[in-house]
């Protein structure tokens, strides 16, 4: 068993692990509980023992954000697997006798009335999302949907070693539920609104239900860099392509060619970054062996998310002159790190002999070919209005072969509504040209800037108080809830802000513990402010 007795109790050194354990044994009827103190108590029969998750950013402080966040933490929570982590808010404002309300989408709303004194300041929205993005690195053997996080700290940095951490969005959750759990706070009407499915199209504020907020000032927690304020996105969609193919047998020598060693990323924070996408080179790979070679394509495969830049992608093919195309992606591979040696110094091509299992035909390899040569990726359009900002941009985030089909699919943004449209019309032409269908869904407005914003204005007004200089205010090009807040709520005041969080969609995502308390002080005090 994976514990150790202690005079208190019984320290359990992985929790997800020790409830499947418990889970298991069938022949005893034990049930183990969370507790609010974050222990674990099991019940065995009419007695009772309490055990102590063995934890690691104990010693952070505020004490209660850490706590939180690594209770989250220890509860698998990506995208499509949020019912137990919104049970767990659930429970919590249970236990605590808070107003909640929890929809079939898996949001949840927690209420908390305001402190004496409070009663005629205006209500204040508290806003993040449950579910994270389960990237891993290629040696990690976690299994993301069953298992929780294994966190760790290095000087001012927390991580999750060989995943993604979930910084974004869980800070944002235990920020707000450390609000609530403090009765000492002095504060407005809180309605923390923790919404499922952010990262994967934001589908559930598309659900969401907001008759119960009665506050018009949302702060949102999902921004990545402390003292920027953001007060404007981009909208976006997913495009999903399917390309059938047919196959035939093919006489020649088995491959597998694997682009590896690049740095991938967040397909709206880091789209300009000009970074290689996985999915994009592979077509550049395959159409070097197809100029000096017969090949045909088995399988093409790369990424897992449509909104994260792919940083892996393989080819299964099997080619009439071995030598030729090894040499030819010898010589490709000198190229394309002569022209990556900034943003992807590490890019490689691995190459391994590979079966000769069923190929596609000559006519489907080259429309895959095609599709991943000709594909649009990257930024698009810049900003005319804003320097530097993103205005329309795509990033083909999966590719995929299931049986006698290939999968494409695209994250799509733009804050020009009619670019946005453009771009699902050049992913449609070039799609059905080749043969194809494209389905569109997760379509969400963008938020546009509020010029009257008394929420801004109070906001900058304490920042510049409390850190001597003035915030960044800024339009982004990624996605934010805000804009379906909006859309919902007319009249809605909205500002983002977040602590610093580096890498995140990847397995080199960190928190910085500093920026953490910094922000975590600005959102308190600014509660304190309202009235």
């Known amino acids: 068993m994976i514990c150790k007795r202690e005079n208190h109790g019984t320290t359990v050194s992985d929790p997800a692990a020790f409830a499947r354990e418990l889970a298991n044994d069938m022949t005893e009827q034990r049930l183990l509980e969370q507790m609010p103190d974050g222990r674990c108590r099991l019940r065995h029969g009419a007695a ?58 898996n949001n949840v709303i927690i209420i908390k009335p305001a402190t004496p004194g409070y009663e005629n300041a205006p209500a204040m929205i508290l806003q993040g999302h449950l579910d994270m993005v389960c990237e891993k690195d290629a040696d990690c053997t976690k299994d993301m949907v069953t298992e929780g996080l294994d966190l760790s700290v290095d000087g001012d940095w927390v991580y999750a070693k060989g995943t993604t951490l979930g910084g974004d969005d869980g800070i944002a959750v235990a920020m707000a539920m450390a609000i609530l759990d403090d009765n000492t706070l002095q504060h407005p009407r809180i309605e923390a609104v923790f919404t499922t499915d952010e990262e994967v199209g934001m589908l559930g504020a598309m659900e969401l239900d907001v008759s119960p907020l009665q506050g018009r000032m949302l702060l949102n927690i999902d921004s990545e860099v402390e003292g920027v304020f953001t007060v404007s ?21 088995g491959l597998h060619v694997s682009v590896e060693g690049l740095q991938g990323g967040h397909s709206g924070v880091e789209i300009h970054k000009g970074r290689a996408n996985a999915n994009v080179i592979l077509g550049r790979v ?34 009439s002159d071995e030598a030729a195309v090894r040499a030819a992606w010898t010589a490709l591979e000198r190229d394309l790190q002569n ?22 035909d000559k006519a489907s390899t080259t429309r895959v070919m095609t599709l991943l040569t000709c594909t649009p990726n990257g930024v698009q359009v810049m900003s005319a209005d804003i320097e530097g900002l993103v205005q329309t941009s795509l990033n083909l985030g999966v590719l995929a072969t299931e049986g006698d089909n290939v999968l494409v699919s695209y994250s799509i943004r733009s804050s020009v509504e009619s670019q946005k449209r453009m771009m699902q019309d050049k992913v449609i032409c070039l799609v059905e ?6 389905e569109l869904s997760g379509d969400y407005p963008g938020w546009a800037y509020l010029e009257n914003s008394p929420l801004r204005e109070k906001m900058v007004a304490l920042f510049r108080e409390q850190y001597g200089r003035e915030p960044e205010i800024e339009a982004i090009h990624a996605g934010l809830e805000c804009g379906l807040f909006s859309g919902k709520m007319p009249g809605l005041d ?12 990847s397995a ?10 910094r922000v975590y002080a600005f959102v308190t005090e600014l509660l304190r402010r309202s009235k």
């Not at 055990?51 to 010693?59: A, G």
């Not at 402080?61 to 049970?87: N, Q, W, Y």
């Not at 943003?343 to 299992?357: E, Q, Y």
């Not at 080199?508 to 308390?517: G, K, L």
């Open 433 to 438: 040209q080749l043969g194809g269908t494209v």
């Open 233 to 253: 996105c981009a909208g976006g969609c997913r495009a999903h392509c399917t390309l059938p193919v047919s196959r035939e047998g093919f006489h020649g020598a």
């Open 48 to 105: 009772e023992r309490r055990f102590k998750t063995m934890r690691v950013l104990e010693h952070l402080e505020p004490k209660r954000v850490f706590a939180l966040f690594e209770d989250m933490c220890a509860i698998p929570h990506g995208s499509f697997h949020t019912k137990a982590i919104s049970d767990w808010c659930v429970a919590f404002a249970k236990e605590r006798g808070l107003e909640y309300h929890q929809d079939s989408a």
């Open 339 to 360: 022209e990556f040696r900034v943003t992807d110094g590490k890019l490689r091509l691995a190459v391994t002999a590979a079966d000769t299992a069923p190929a596609m």
């Open 286 to 319: 395959l159409r070097a062996a197809a100029a000096v070679s017969d090949l045909r394509i088995v399988s093409v495969r790369g990424g897992v998310k449509d909104n994260v830049i792919p940083a892996n992608a393989v080819a299964h093919v099997i080619v």
């Open 494 to 505: 909205c500002v983002s802000i977040g602590p610093d969080l580096k890498d995140i969609h």
């Open 508 to 517: 080199r995502e960190r928190m910085s513990i500093a920026s953490v308390q």
